[in-house]
């Protein structure tokens, strides 16, 4: 590929990120957080090793494993890697649903957003792995300035509202 075609290719707008693998020190443990808190169901394990869940009938929307992780400590709060997965949720109900989930878990979360374009929950996994938890408004009802263009904020989550759903 030269610099010509490189600098003009758009990766198209039906694409989407199919799913995460990620590193895990107990899998038992990261198969009960990601199945019985948060509600994926386990469609596949490679003995004590692996895993796969998924939400509905997908083939796994997440990957466990063990293979360079087993027994490790959790991953640094600073330093590089991924900052967090994200898991999109269908409606602003299923967030409010997903919120009073990880309460009753006893769940802390390290942050709730209103993005302007989404609503998020951030908490992390047993192993320190950072994830988003969101729904995103309709295209419609996104933040846009008067030349046009989309501006995101950060504010605080309005729990109260977002209760009013259930």
């Known amino acids: 590929?030269?610099?010509?075609?490189?600098?003009?290719?758009?990766?198209?707008?039906?694409?989407?990120?199919?799913?995460?693998?990620?590193?895990?020190?107990?899998?038992?443990?990261?198969i009960q957080f990601y199945c019985e808190v948060l509600g994926f169901s386990l469609k596949m394990r490679f003995g004590n090793s692996a895993a796969f869940v998924a939400a509905g009938n997908y083939h796994h929307h997440i990957g466990l494993?063990?293979?360079q992780s087993a027994g490790m400590p959790p991953a640094p709060d600073r330093g590089v890697g991924m900052y967090h997965a994200?898991?999109?949720?269908?409606?602003?109900?299923?967030?409010?649903?997903?919120?009073?989930?990880?309460?009753?878990?006893?769940?802390?979360?390290?942050?709730?957003?209103?993005?302007g374009v989404s609503e998020a929950l951030y908490l992390a996994d047993p192993d320190n792995n950072?994830?988003?938890?969101?729904?995103?408004?309709?295209?419609?009802?996104?933040?846009?300035?008067?030349?046009?263009?989309?501006?995101?904020?950060?504010?605080?989550?309005?729990?109260?509202d977002l209760l009013a759903q259930l």
């Open 1 to 30: 590929m030269n610099n010509q075609e490189i600098s003009t290719y758009t990766i198209p707008a039906g694409t989407t990120i199919g799913h995460v693998h990620l590193k895990v020190s107990d899998l038992e443990r990261s």
């Open 65 to 67: 494993n063990t293979w």
């Open 130 to 160: 950072g994830l988003e938890i969101y729904w995103d408004k309709p295209m419609d009802q996104w933040p846009i300035d008067a030349d046009g263009n989309l501006v995101m904020f950060t504010k605080p989550l309005n729990f109260k």
């Open 86 to 115: 994200a898991i999109l949720l269908p409606t602003r109900k299923d967030l409010a649903q997903m919120f009073v989930r990880l309460q009753e878990a006893g769940i802390t979360l390290q942050g709730a957003s209103d993005h």
